[in-house]
């Protein structure tokens, strides 16, 4: 068996092949890794999120780690991915490493590993951490551990609360009190997710009134994925549409990713999200600096951007491209479409709570409910209709056959001419149509073809849809 790193860090099934002795593994190639690089002074936060095991198996890792004289520090409850970044930053850490499958169903779990930056780590780190995955794996590398009780006698082990620090950050992020004061009404699901404890208290302080759904834990989530799709927000939706109240919000199982419904109870895609904030952080919170996103995401953005004499910064999908971009190229914000940003003087981790909060923000800001906020975005800014299709498979083959057929499809596709097309990740064409593109690509965190496809002529963007729909059949 080989481990290896995806988009965002390793995935598997519980007890298949995430198992206790994996997990040594790939913590002792992490150890050897900040060993190697001589990141061990100022130690590392160990964090986790509601899955099943989840503590039992961040005490392995903690066990690991202090073997090999790494000093850890870990919250006492499940804690939201943005919340061990700003840690990291806050104090200066080594690094940090989460027991999380993010929005994954709930027989999986996984090890994620951010580095001194805050950020996911970058594909470089990943790789040398998967060769000594393997060396470990060999027996050429020797697993150390350390109990726990005796790591914390020896000064290696901290059980820690990150709430208040976490807390301050946001307070100097986002403008709660303007938000308390405009009285806004609130429905939010927390997904049985690490916000638990985070999120709720923050909404209960500022909110008109509100309605939260789903506050403790439970591993399996409810039964399905802890991801704040459209489906999974339709509850959601019909509730804030029978209140008649103004917004509902949610975040995923390790909370970096969010999920928004305005007054009518519709759902906003991330993508739409995304271009709505980046006009609200230029045009009422006056932040100047281009906006990042990922190849998979709404060119709505950029149309932002240009309005303000901005430029944008595309990277392949993956938040572990665009964190550095708000560290080091001044991105105002920084967005995916499957739901995960962040923005400027905040951290290069995708933060759910900060971007369900920001709507607020904006919302107190603008005086108007979301449906209007979005009627005057689309007028301003013209329509974009996006979506993507996931298509599942059984195996690697399977995934890189599926590919190749979106990778030879000739000079036309659906009727329309191909102007060009890249391999920056998957395979991508722009079409000759207004505004439109289609790109297909292997997910980094499940067996999945991902296919995205955006058009600002709905009639062509229908066209697009039938087409990849005639071509899988």
């Known amino acids: 068996m080989k481990i290896k790193f995806g988009t965002s860090g390793w995935r598997g099934i519980i007890a298949d092949d995430f198992t206790f002795e994996n997990v040594r593994y790939v913590t002792q190639a992490i150890a050897e890794h900040l060993k190697e690089r001589g990141e061990t002074e100022n130690g590392v936060i160990v964090a986790r999120d509601p899955r099943f095991m989840s503590e039992r198996f961040a005490a392995v890792i903690a066990e690991v780690l202090t073997g090999n004289g790494i000093k850890v520090y870990m919250p006492e409850n499940p804690t939201p991915t943005p919340v061990l970044s700003w840690v990291i930053l806050n104090r200066s850490l080594d690094g940090g490493v989460n027991v999380t499958a993010s929005h994954n169903p709930p027989e999986y779990s996984g090890v994620k590993f951010n580095p001194s930056s805050g950020g996911p780590a970058l594909p470089d780190v990943t790789k040398s951490i998967e060769k000594k995955i393997a060396l470990v794996m060999n027996g050429e590398i020797e697993v150390k551990t350390m109990p726990l009780k005796e790591a914390a006698s020896e000064g290696l082990f901290e059980i820690i609360d990150p709430l208040d620090e976490y807390y301050e950050k946001i307070r100097k992020t986002v403008d709660l009190e303007r938000i308390k004061q405009a009285g806004i009404t609130v429905v939010a699901d927390l997904m049985y997710s690490a916000a638990i404890g985070y999120l709720d208290p923050i909404i209960k302080e500022i909110a008109a009134e509100y309605e939260i759904f789903h506050d403790y834990r439970d591993p399996y989530f409810g039964g399905g994925r802890p991801e704040p799709d459209e489906s999974r927000m339709r509850m959601i939706g019909e509730t804030v549409k029978d209140r008649k109240w103004k917004i509902g919000l949610a975040v995923d199982g390790d909370s970096d990713r969010f999920g928004v419904v305005d007054d009518e109870g519709d759902f906003v895609k991330p993508n739409e999200v995304i271009a709505l904030l980046a006009d609200h952080l230029y045009r009422n919170k006056g932040m100047k600096g281009p906006v990042a996103r990922s190849i ?178």
Not at 386 to 395: A, F, H, K, M, Q
Not at 398 to 420: C, P, Q
Not at 435 to 442: E, K
Not at 456 to 468: E, G, M, P
């Open 296 to 473: 998979a995401t709404s060119h709505a953005v950029d149309r932002v951007a240009k309005e303000f004499g901005e430029d944008v910064m595309e990277t392949p999908v993956g938040f572990k491209f665009l964190g550095p971009l708000l560290m080091q190229k001044g991105a105002i914000i920084a967005g995916e479409e499957s739901g995960g940003l962040s923005i400027k003087d905040h951290t290069p981790e995708k933060d759910g709570i900060l971007a369900d909060l920001l709507v607020l923000e904006m919302i107190a800001y603008e005086g108007k409910d979301l449906s209007e906020i979005r009627k005057d975005f689309r007028e301003r800014y013209g329509e974009f209709f996006n979506t993507r299709i996931d298509l599942e498979v059984e195996s690697n083959t399977e995934r890189d056959e599926l590919v190749n057929k979106f990778r030879y499809i000739g000079e036309e596709f659906a009727g329309f001419k191909i102007l060009r097309r890249d391999e920056i990740d998957g395979v991508r064409y722009f079409l000759d149509a207004p505004d439109t593109w289609l790109l297909a690509r292997p997910s980094g965190t499940e067996p999945l073809v991902r296919v995205y496809i955006e058009s600002t002529d709905q009639k062509a963007f229908r066209s697009l849809i039938n087409a990849v729909k005639r071509m899988l059949r």
